[in-house]
């Protein structure tokens, strides 16, 4: 059975601070890897996504993710945190070559940004 | 476009009551899923429609929950008997029908369910 693990349940960092938020998942096969952002009042939002190719995916509002297979990550950074960053977010891993759609997603990590 | 809809935004029972919570996904999407949250833990996978019909059902915790998508529109998720381990968010996303490479999710902001 596939799962991820955020070993982080909250984090605060300084704005303009780099920011990472670990992820690491188990699944046998080729995982399809996801980032998804959750800001107060509103439902989760895509940030990136990986299925196969560059190891190094960029996504919206400035993040990015590598996938390193040798340690079952798909590490989440930014180099500079804007205020607006503030919100909780979840790495997701989905058995995309069996075809099942659901999505297995960790316990989520809090971002709190100080001014 | 309008996104997801959920309906309510919060709800506050007791226990062994019936609450049924309602998801209106984008018009035209034909995979809609349930999701919910429980104490601050993982988000896990509840059901999958296609369409009006079930295509995994695999994550719904016991037969006190009751997932129907009447026309393949929007769907209602019916707790009875509530308990209070069932307290939690309940999220509903949606998607178009396409190969799951290129599946992108829309989520709705969700219910709160509480039962006391």
């Known amino acids: 059975a596939q799962s991820v693990t955020q070993p982080d349940i909250h984090i605060t960092v300084s704005e303009g601070a780099s920011l990472e938020l670990r992820c690491n998942y188990s699944y046998g096969a080729t995982p399809y890897l996801f980032w998804y952002v959750q800001s107060p009042g509103q439902g989760l939002q895509l940030l990136l996504k990986y299925f196969s190719g560059d190891t190094l995916v960029q996504g919206i509002k400035g993040f990015e993710a590598e996938f390193k297979r040798s340690q079952s990550s798909f590490n989440l950074r930014k180099p500079s945190v804007h205020w607006s960053d503030a919100a909780e977010y979840f790495c997701?891993?989905?058995?995309?070559?069996?075809?099942?759609?659901?999505?297995?997603f960790g316990s989520g990590t809090r971002l709190q940004v100080q001014p | 476009e309008a996104g997801v809809t959920q309906f309510p935004s919060h709800s506050v029972i007791e226990k062994g009551q019936t609450v049924t919570l309602r998801c209106d996904p984008i018009?035209?999407?034909?995979?809609l899923y349930w999701y919910r949250r429980v104490m601050g833990k993982e988000i896990k996978f509840l059901l999958h429609f296609v369409k009006e019909s079930k295509q995994d059902e695999s994550g719904m915790p016991n037969n006190r929950f009751l997932a129907e998508r009447t026309g393949g529109t929007y769907s209602t998720l019916k707790v009875q008997p509530a308990e209070l381990e069932d307290s939690g968010v309940y999220f509903c996303?949606?998607?178009?029908?396409?190969?799951?490479?290129?599946?992108?999710?829309?989520f709705g902001s969700g219910t709160q369910l509480s039962v006391l």
């Open positions: 018009s035209g999407h034909d995979n």
């Open positions: 996303a949606s998607s178009q029908r396409q190969g799951s490479t290129n599946e992108k999710l829309f």
């Open positions: 997701a891993v989905g058995a995309g070559d069996t075809g099942r759609r659901a999505l297995t």
